[in-house]
DNA sequence: GTTAATGTGGGAAGCGATTTCCCATCGGCA
DNA sequence: TGCCGATGGGAAATCGCTTCCCACATTAAC
């Protein structure tokens, strides 16, 4: 009582029934077990009274898997992760299940670490979010932590990294760069600075490689020396500009691969007295809920970043087992606000 | 091989020892008892070569107690839940501790939903951000909860709400509030209208007290007339101002209790053509980090919000088990910056 | 009126660790 | 040489729950 538990042992003594038919009654029903509606009344009843909550570890134990659903993201307290980790987290609250959530802080290693702890207690299945290197190098280790946690009978989606033979729901940031490239184009933009992402992160590459395809579709040379590499942070989007700035452009337009970092690049531009978008013009990527109220607004491609980890959750948690990894591509809407102009 | 999972006995077979010398040797020698140095070589290399992992729920269930600390939040997407949190999983991560993430909606059922899950995994610990109602009513089961999770030995603590008997990190809301009046005062503000939070959460109340009381003490009476109460999130408080402005205000500073109303208020009061803050000052509460970048910047007080996540994460992982609910108090820094202005 | 089929409850064997005893062995010391 | 206290290792009991399998009963089928 004091300090004490109330196992199921007790329940069914209390209502005078075998473990086994206490256990069959709180369960639902096994497969197709039935138990007499007395005795269920009476187990149910005397669980309540006892305040009966059975032990998930031991639950886990006899199961073999737990009711946890890991949910693996770089950085929590970036928007793009917690919008992402909002959806799953409903839908897997939803199904009566409980979110681990680990953080990578984007090492690799650590990624592994916490495959690892979430095979060891048996997960469900695990979301990955964002993007991963992808030199083989780093995916190694991964890729085989992986491979034994559906080994175990574990489920795998990634949000944004069709990287990995798991159930993906990926943004097609190839298209969604593209057609912002036309709109900018449409502007009347010709030269562009870029704010690019680490050059091994898929999404990173696969915005850049939208964006250009789109430029030279257009017969424009993307101008080279006004890349600049940045790491997806707002202070990488600050530092990258500043330096941009200080070799000189001749850019009208600004495409940074995130808001975030976009959201660093006005930031300097202001205080280095460039007005946006009279000066500069500067777009970003992902529509970023927090980042809206922004001035001037950001011009943007906006992805449903909530409703993709609901699908990426939905994914895992589905009971149908398929075969073929499914692929749910996303379409990111571009959206024109204040930050883009004509050029003068 | 292909679906099994390596067991502490297959080691111990491996290593040619038994399974109570194969896990003290993984355990790292419980208590005192040694294992000569060759055994312990032996076992930890068999270990490897198998890729030995421990089953995390059945060591749960034979020591009576998870590597699991709950985080349970109201709302993951909302950039002070996600700073905080973002602390809060970083210290626990590095203790190597794996966090299960809670959100509740703002639904005090739902938070007892989580607590009880938490117990039923045996929890070792729990940090609850965010106030919740003050109502003994809603708060009745949740303290319950909390009651039995101590019992079972889970330590608990709080950020942002010293409302049960736990430990906890505490802004001193009221002394921030005050401290903000005051200087909006020295500006030259002589009335203010309030954004408001729901009336019975203990952050709300103390941020709304705390800044009438350095008004009263100023010899200025608030205008109750100029108070609406949102709800802590960007459309309440857009929703809220809009209200506040339909209804006519001679107010020369709005005081939102935090940056996510104030934000809201800055987006109504654009489109009302209101100018912030040339015609109408504004003010907010927090300092949210992504929030940082706003055009005006926002006038606010700070808190070190990530820091107070890992502060009551420490409290709650700490060894030292401490009688008294430990209270740890936290400043909040006035920062004056470009949305709050003189009046005209 | 047997026999077979079905429906229900209980007994007991795990699940994979931890941990408590208990025993064997090895020195040390008288 | 003999006894005793350490010391290191193993057998076995738990932890709380699920579930296979058997027993008994009731009813259906012939």
Avoid: W
Avoid at 42 to 67: E, I, K, M, W
Wanted: aromatic share 4%.
């Amino acid at each position: 009582m004091s300090s004490g538990y109330v196992t199921l042992g007790q329940v069914a003594e209390a209502a005078g029934v075998s473990l086994a038919t206490a256990s069959r009654v709180l369960n639902g029903s096994t497969s197709t077990r039935q138990v007499s509606g007395e005795l269920r009344e009476r187990v149910t009843s005397s669980a309540r009274a006892l305040g009966y909550l059975p032990n998930a570890s031991a639950q886990s134990l006899a199961r073999n898997s737990s009711s946890l659903v890991g949910l693996v993201v770089h950085d929590i307290a970036d928007p793009y992760f917690s919008s992402v980790a909002a959806g799953v987290t409903q839908t897997v609250e939803e199904h009566g299940l409980v979110v681990v959530l680990g953080t990578t802080d984007r090492s690799p290693s650590k990624e592994s670490t916490i495959l690892a702890a979430l095979r060891s207690h048996r997960a469900k299945a695990v979301v990955l979010v964002g993007s991963r290197s992808t030199d083989s190098k780093s995916t190694e280790a991964l890729t085989r932590e992986i491979e034994l946690f559906r080994r175990q009978g574990g489920r795998v989606a990634c949000v944004s990294q069709p990287v990995l033979p798991a159930d993906t729901v990926s943004p097609d940031n190839h298209a969604g760069a593209a057609e912002l490239a036309r709109s900018l184009i449409e502007q009347g933009h010709r030269k562009f600075a870029l704010l690019a992402g680490p050059n091994n992160l898929s999404t990173a590459r696969e915005r850049m490689d939208g964006f250009h395809s789109a430029l030279s579709a257009a017969g424009l040379e993307p101008d080279y020396q006004d890349v600049m590499h940045g790491d997806f942070t707002r202070d990488g989007g600050y530092a990258s500009t500043r330096r941009l700035m200080m070799l000189g452009t001749e850019a009208t337009c600004l495409f940074a691969v995130n808001d975030v970092m976009a959201t660093g690049a006005i930031a300097a531009l202001r205080e280095l007295g460039v007005r946006v978008p009279e000066q500069l013009s500067v777009a970003g990527f992902d529509d970023i809920p927090t980042l809206r109220d922004l001035t001037p607004s950001l011009t943007t491609v906006r992805l449903p970043l909530e409703q993709m980890g609901r699908q990426a959750a939905e994914l895992v948690l589905a009971r149908e087992e398929r075969e073929e990894p499914r692929l749910i591509d996303v379409h990111g809407e571009v959206l024109i606000r204040e930050s883009t102009r004509p050029p003068a």
